[in-house]
């Protein structure tokens, strides 16, 4: 089967942290024996050498010089909550361009099934060469994408076109599928599959841990939560920050990753007094990540509702790791996260349930194991990348066989 993947997000270097969600999907894919073709902007930074990927990936341009290629890869709103000027400005150069790049590349290799990530851009340019050439679309929705559909009306209309095109419209929250059917997404249409981990690859290993916690400035008994994101006010990173005056006095905080919060962030730690217990690292290199969640006692993910957001990956990646998980109940966090079992859930929000929540798992070792070897195992069972791709898989082969009858 070929699939021809749109994207705006994918790792443009060794330890980009930009759509490895995609670049992981994509590649299981292909491993099942699939011809992958994935288009994504060009970007400076683009440094992909032939032998690192096992897909076809071509990048297209939109704009002259090369600087001026700023949408895409993280960049193109500010906190997931308004666009850009750059991204206004340029969003129709994109679309163009990256409609022809689509429809070069469609019309020579007549892929089975069109696979766009967010609605906007790429549903939408995967609606216009589906609608000319014939192919079936599939539209994933991530979900800084439904938020930036409801801007106005032209950008609806897009969205729209591009839900009405589709053959199926897969979400990674039960939370995402509700606001995409607000949007006028068909609610037959809409699939739920989440994004997965490669278990193998992310795995318990305490090799590290004492050599970075000694870097971070952490004693080794020190108990620590971890959050890793984009500093942005969906994540609710804020309400984690607010927490620490409540968390076990010896506790600390470990955020990693960036992002138009942080000054914000940094500023609420140091008037409520908590700054010398948490430490922001900035973004490390994806390969390092890894160690990070091996470092830590508990992970914490207190997204909030608004805007949207789906499952990050982050969550079922620390699960991977063997940790306990206390999480919002919003978003995609209750479809992997088990209250009391593999981790507690809170009140989205909530600073002292959320306190509450972290401490119960940090002060009772027992329990921080069992939940860390439950999370263990459902990320071996049931969210490893090779058993998504397959779901998404059958999904493209169903289509195939309902455009040939």
């Known amino acids: ?6 994207t705006h997000n994918y790792p443009r270097f060794h330890g980009d942290f930009s759509g490895t969600f995609i670049e992981a999907l994509s590649e299981a894919v292909a491993a099942q024996g699939h011809d992958i073709t994935v288009l994504t902007p060009h970007d400076p930074r683009f440094a992909r050498l032939p032998g690192d990927h096992h897909v076809n990936l071509v990048t297209y341009r939109y704009a002259w010089p090369s600087r001026l290629h700023v949408l895409g890869y993280m960049r193109s709103t500010r906190g997931d909550r308004a666009l850009r000027l ?18 070069r590349i469609a019309r020579r290799q007549h892929p089975d099934v069109i696979h766009a990530h967010w609605v906007l851009p790429n549903g939408f340019i995967g609606a216009l060469a589906a609608r000319l050439l014939g192919i079936p679309l599939v539209v994933s929705l991530p979900g800084s994408d439904v938020f930036v559909s409801g801007l106005n009306p032209l950008f609806l209309a897009m969205a729209r076109f591009a839900f009405h095109q589709a053959a199926f ?50 004693g080794e008994r020190t ?5 890793v994101g984009r500093l942005v006010a969906k994540k609710g990173f804020d309400v984690l920050v607010r927490s620490a005056q409540d968390l ?44 990070y969640y091996n470092m830590a006692d508990v992970f914490a993910m207190p997204s909030v509702r608004l805007p949207v957001d789906g499952l990050n990956v982050v969550v079922v990646e620390a699960m991977s790791c063997g940790l306990a998980v206390v999480a919002s109940n919003v978003g995609g966090n209750p479809l992997v996260v088990r209250d009391g079992d593999n981790g507690l859930l809170v009140p989205e929000g909530n600073v002292p349930q959320l306190a509450a929540a972290i401490n119960r798992v940090l002060n009772d070792l027992a329990l921080r194991l069992r939940m860390g070897g439950r ?11 090779n058993r998504l791709a397959a779901e998404y898989v059958d999904m493209f082969s169903s289509i195939r066989r309902g455009s040939r009858g």
Not at 1 to 6: A, D, E, I, T
Not at 87 to 100: D, I, N
Not at 223 to 227: C, G, R
Not at 375 to 385: C, G, N, T, Y
Request: aromatic content about 6%; proline content about 5%; overall charge negative.
């Open 1 to 6: 089967m070929k699939v021809l993947v749109l």
């Open 86 to 103: 750059s991204s206004v400005l340029l969003a129709p150069f994109l679309f163009l361009f990256g409609t022809l790049a689509a429809l």
């Open 248 to 291: 076990n006095p010896s506790a600390h905080i470990v955020i990693v990753g960036d992002g138009d919060q942080r000054a914000e962030l940094e500023q609420s730690a140091l008037s409520l007094e908590v700054s010398e217990k948490l430490h922001f690292v900035g973004n490390v290199p994806r390969q390092e990540l890894t160690d």
């Open 223 to 227: 108990p620590v939560v971890l959050a």
């Open 375 to 385: 999370s263990r195992e459902r990320a071996l069972d049931e969210f490893s990348w």
């Open 169 to 218: 419209i897969t979400t990674n929250s039960d939370d995402l599928c509700q606001a995409a059917v607000d949007l006028g997404a068909q609610p037959d249409k809409m699939r739920l599959i989440i994004y997965g981990v490669d278990p193998q690859a992310i795995a318990p290993d305490l090799s590290h841990r004492a050599e970075l916690r000694q870097r971070l400035g952490i």
